[in-house]
């Protein structure tokens, strides 16, 4: 018996057991929060005014600075050199920002920021990790024990992270259906993947063809080039848009930009598989 993907509380009115499941992916519905629109009612109307991708790249950041204090090092890395000779040798204060979780995604998928992201997706919309450093077969188990101490670590909780990933999540969200894919429902993605590694095939039908099981969130890219460097299998994805959290030209400049990145809401996938 499979253990559960999810469990009831969610905040996005779909529940977690039919969010992960290949009929949702098939017939996907939208996962917009409420709560964000009636509480950021004025990024709202800065991206109404927005003119193009520029515009509103640039209104997504001064809203998330202007809310989360963030410093223009947080913002823009080529601002970083800059800030810090204004503020010449004074200490400043570690504030966790979106793009520290990114860029430690980056390196590290099952570290401490992994585990905040997780967390976030878990918080959100009720999908449990499957996977953290380790493959988490049962709850509890040494991966997931891993998983909870390093999600409700405090140095990642002191500027409303989950609030800005709430954000985050709605910007991609808008972008995508305003400039990006307006009219697309699905985008092909590519992942590669070895078999014993986090990624569970759950089924092979044939050949060509496989029920995967990804964790609760999970990198593609949309290159296929580069998913061939990252596995012995190379797994062609159909994605719900509506599972997408962040993508490589969502912003100007990230930690994410150098392999045509996705970061994706897990569960059941059927996709097509080829080896190399």
């Known amino acids: 018996m499979r253990r559960p993907q999810g469990h ?46 520029a515009d509103a790249v640039q209104a997504f950041h001064a809203y998330m600075a202007a809310t989360f204090c963030l410093e223009p090092d947080q913002i823009d890395p080529l601002e970083r050199k ?11 204060r570690f504030r966790s920002s979106y793009l520290r979780l990114l860029k430690g995604w980056m390196f590290e998928t099952g570290g401490a920021e992994g585990a905040v992201l997780k967390g ?9 990790p499957t996977w953290h450093g380790a493959a988490i077969p049962q709850i509890p ?16 909780h002191d500027n409303a992270i989950h609030c800005q990933l709430d954000l985050v999540f709605t910007f991609c969200q808008w972008a995508l259906r305003r400039f990006v894919c307006p009219q697309a429902t699905h985008i092909t993605l590519y992942r590669g993947i070895n078999v014993s590694g986090e990624d569970m095939v759950l089924e092979r039908p044939d050949k060509r063809h496989a029920l995967v099981r990804f964790n609760s969130l999970t990198s593609f890219t949309a290159d ?8 012995d299998w190379i797994l062609t994805v159909r994605v719900p848009t509506v599972k997408v959290v ?21 569960g059941d996938y059927f996709v097509e598989m080829a080896s190399l």
Not at 24 to 35: A, C, G, I, V
Not at 84 to 92: E, I, P
Not at 141 to 156: I, L, P
Not at 248 to 262: K, M
């Open 141 to 156: 188990c040494d991966a997931w024990v891993r998983y909870v101490e390093q999600k409700m670590n405090s140095r990642f």
């Open 120 to 128: 976030w997706v878990e918080s959100r919309f009720g999908l449990l």
């Open 224 to 231: 296929r080039a580069v998913a061939e460097c990252f596995g």
């Open 8 to 53: 009831s509380s969610n905040l996005v009115g779909v529940s977690a057991g039919y969010l992960s499941s290949p009929e949702f992916n098939d017939h996907p519905e939208s996962l917009d929060m409420p709560h964000v629109r009636a509480t950021t009612r004025a990024f709202f109307e800065m991206l109404a005014e927005a003119e193009d991708r």
């Open 82 to 92: 800059r800030a810090k000779a204004a503020r010449g040798d004074a200490t400043r």
């Open 246 to 266: 962040f993508f490589a030209d969502l912003l100007p400049r990230h930690p994410l930009q150098g392999e045509a990145e996705y970061l994706v809401l897990g």
